[in-house]
Nanobody, 119 residues
Framework: QVQLVESGGGLAQAGGSLRLSCAAS????????VAWFRQAPGKEREFAAG??HYADSVKGRFTISRDNAKNTVYLQMNSLKPEDTAVYYC??????????????????WGQGTQVTVSS
């Protein structure tokens, strides 16, 4: 069992930066593939980043990293755009997944953190 808690969201101006954190419980955290998803109002939840994978919309601007000693995964978001406004979730699957972009493949989810980017 893994519990995930996000933090670090907030308000940023276009071109600014934010860093999100996803703190996890569980001794086997280092074994999990942890991804970041986001969901804008009226839109479906979409994959943003996971391990070395990035959505085209964030590639070159967002960087995912992890500190297994702290059981934490980070999402550094630079050059933010108003279209990055969404609730951001971290998620982890119980088992290895090949379709890492599909939210349905993930079993553990955090509660989400709001990111708002003003123009």
């Amino acid at each position: 069992q893994v519990q995930l808690v996000e933090s670090g969201g907030g308000l940023a101006q276009a071109g600014g930066s934010l860093r999100l954190s996803c703190a996890a419980s569980g001794r086997t955290f280092s074994m999990y593939y942890v991804a970041w998803f986001r969901q804008a109002p009226g839109k479906e939840r979409e994959f943003a980043a996971g391990s070395t994978h990035y959505a085209d919309s964030v590639k070159g601007r967002f960087t995912i990293s992890r500190d297994n000693a702290k059981n934490t995964v980070y999402l550094q978001m630079n050059s933010l755009k108003p279209e990055d406004t969404a609730v951001y979730y971290c998620a982890a699957p119980k088992n290895y997944v090949t379709d890492y972009r599909s939210p349905q493949r993930y079993d553990y989810w955090g509660q989400g953190t709001q990111v708002t980017v003003s123009s």
